[in-house]
């Protein structure tokens, strides 16, 4: 069964760095890409980063172009992801999912609010 919890969330401050993890479990981690997506409030769950096996960011839409790194260690099953110059359109539920460009399977996610 795959797993995958999320943490790291809270209140932060604007223009400050967001930084998330994701445990994985029940399935071949370090053979995944895997994503991160979000859900804003009033809006649908939406795609915002691809994590290749090897930790890298393979795309992202252009609603955080610039701003998303990602990251991963296989031999732990994190996934880890940095969104930069936040503002209060990122505010929203944070969610990693199993494979690439992908939103499902995904946690129960972890909630960030920006604000000042």
């Known amino acids: 069964e795959v797993q995958l919890v999320e943490s790291g969330g809270g209140l932060v401050q604007p223009g400050t760095t967001l930084r998330l993890s994701c445990a994985a479990s029940?399935?071949?981690?370090?053979?995944?890409?895997m994503s991160w997506a979000r859900q804003r409030p009033g809006k649908s769950v939406e795609w915002i980063a691809t994590?290749?096996?090897?930790?890298?960011?393979?795309s992202y839409p252009n609603s955080v172009k610039g701003r998303i790194t990602g990251s991963r260690d296989n031999t732990k099953n994190m996934l880890y992801m940095e969104l930069e110059n936040l503002a209060a359109e990122d505010t929203a539920m944070y969610y990693c999912?199993?494979?690439?460009?992908?939103?499902?399977?995904r946690g129960q996610g972890t909630q960030v609010t920006v604000s000042s």
């Open positions: 994590i290749n096996s090897a930790g890298r960011v393979s």
């Open positions: 999912a199993r494979g690439p460009n992908s939103v499902s399977p």
């Open positions: 029940g399935f071949d981690f370090g053979r995944s890409a």
